[in-house]
């Protein structure tokens, strides 16, 4: 089963690093937009690309959009409409060994060094003086990394998350079973990456706020503009 294990990881290593599309065939975000590159001021330290669509107008807040495993911040372009009717900042970015970030032999960690990726790009919208209240919309991984990553920062009112997963070791192991249909378990990981994605855990992350603004939805109907609205209230 070790043995599983180890080419378990370097199938995900092998997905994580699959070529980035030729430059051409990248979507421009829509206008006005501002990119940028940052890094993050942890080890080990990687580089973070993400872009701004700034509110129509004077801006309500902030809302920071993380993807999920192997997606980038692109998808997201389409919730323009986010910055247009609910006049909020967007800021996109992708996480680490993700779209334009940086890449490295490293895999994914659902979660444990991403963490230090949402801080990067929520310290830059500070730096910037990007209007608050603070608030995450996040999809699977991004969506347990955004809760992550709240339940330490005070700066973030609230997480809208989509299908995020409970606890990081289990939803490997899940993924694993579910995506190659092999059996798997945590026995099968090396010890250092098995604690790691344990301490992915939500309900322990959780437990350190109670002034946090959370909404979680685990079918389509979080995609629809009322549920959004429910994060524009976190001004009032």
């Not at 979507?27 to 990687?46: E, G, H, M, S, Y």
């Not at 107008?57 to 609910?86: I, M, P, S």
């Not at 940086?102 to 979660?111: A, D, K, N, Y």
Request: glycine share 8%.
């Amino acid at each position: 089963m070790m043995l599983l294990g180890k080419l378990a990881i370097l199938l995900i290593t092998f997905v994580a690093q699959a070529p980035l599309p030729p430059a051409r065939h990248r979507l421009a975000p829509p206008r006005p937009a501002q990119t940028f590159r940052i890094k993050t001021d942890n080890v080990p330290q990687a580089e973070i690309s993400g872009v701004i669509l700034p509110a129509h107008g004077q801006a309500k807040g902030t809302l920071f959009f993380c993807h999920g495993l192997n997606r980038q911040k692109e998808d997201f372009y389409g919730w323009e409409w986010v910055r247009r009717e609910l006049g909020w900042n967007i800021v996109l970015f992708d996480f680490r060994e993700h779209g334009e970030s940086s890449r490295t032999i490293h895999v994914c960690t659902l979660g444990y060094y991403e963490i230090w990726d949402v801080k990067a790009v929520v310290d830059h919208a500070e730096a910037l003086g990007l209007a608050k209240p603070y608030a995450i919309y996040g999809m699977s991984m991004g969506a347990s990394t955004g809760i992550r990553w709240a339940s330490k920062d005070p700066r973030i009112s609230g997480v809208l998350a989509l299908s995020p997963y409970r606890n990081g070791l289990r939803a490997c192991t899940q993924y694993a079973r579910g995506k190659w249909h092999v059996p798997f378990d945590d026995e099968d990981l090396h010890p250092g990456l098995r604690k790691m994605l344990g301490e992915v855990d939500l309900p322990t992350s959780v437990a350190k706020r109670n002034d946090l603004r959370l909404w979680m939805r685990f079918s389509r109907e979080s995609c629809r503009p009322a549920n959004l609205l429910q994060i524009s209230r976190c001004a009032e």
